[in-house]
């Protein structure tokens, strides 16, 4: 199975702030990666596919990038409903897998 | 619309069997491309992926769990089910079913679990 590996597992940030989430796998998966965001007590959502293509009704703040093994989630101007966990997924091969998960608290 | 919706026991014992079942609407698994996965999630810990139909049923399962695990679908009653057997406390989690559908751009088809259901918590406890 390919392992992912994201980092940080937590960060604190405040509204307005730039913030950068890191993901690497353990063997190269092109761009074959998704990205996820859960709040707590809710279904994760989908925010990013491709490892760069925004999913439909998410806000442009988002953007992801990469290739190979190094992927990132960016989100240029945090908002207040943005605090959450953030989860990385390669869908490159089965079983798909998924990060550890990085929680943006205030 | 597409909508999923987890169902099943909230409590199950040690060493019982656990059934979910998945009933979705907006999409059938009679078409191609459409697959459904079924992902948990324990308390304080990862999203994990368990399984998956396509909707030629080819079936997939997670390595750790493979031996426990069985998906089937009913395209009639747009159901999806998962059992689980030899439940352990370990397994307590929230378990979600998610349509993992393709996007494409450029020459390829890019999948991505982009509707979730709401979850159904279960309990492994005697």
């Known amino acids: 199975d390919i392992q992912m590996t994201q980092s940080p597992s937590s960060l604190s940030a405040s509204v307005g702030d730039r913030i950068t989430i890191t993901c690497r796998t353990s063997q190269t998966i092109r761009d074959f990666l998704n990205w996820y965001q859960q709040k707590a007590g809710k279904a994760p959502k989908l925010l990013i596919y491709g490892a760069s293509s925004l999913q439909s009704g998410v806000p442009s703040r988002f953007s992801g990038s990469g290739a190979g093994t190094d992927f990132t989630l960016t989100i240029s101007s945090l908002q207040p409903e943005d605090f959450a966990t953030y989860y990385c997924q390669q869908s490159y091969t089965t079983p798909p897998t998924f990060g550890q998960g990085t929680k943006v608290e205030i | 619309q597409v909508t999923l919706k987890e169902s099943g026991p909230a409590l199950v014992k040690p060493t019982q069997t656990l059934t979910l079942t998945c009933t979705f609407s907006g999409f059938s698994l009679r078409t191609s491309g459409m697959r459904v996965s079924w992902i948990r999630h324990p308390p304080g810990k990862a999203l994990e992926w368990l399984a998956r139909?396509?909707?030629?049923?080819?079936?997939f399962y997670s390595t750790s769990l493979k031996t426990r695990l069985t998906i089937s679908k009913d395209t009639s009653k747009n159901q999806v089910v998962l059992t689980m057997t030899n439940m352990d406390p370990v397994d307590t989690a929230t378990y979600y079913c998610a349509l993992d559908s393709s996007k494409e751009r450029g020459n390829y088809y890019y999948y991505a679990m982009d509707v979730w259901g709401q979850g159904t918590t279960v309990t492994v406890s005697s």
């Open positions: 139909i396509d909707w030629d049923d080819d079936k």
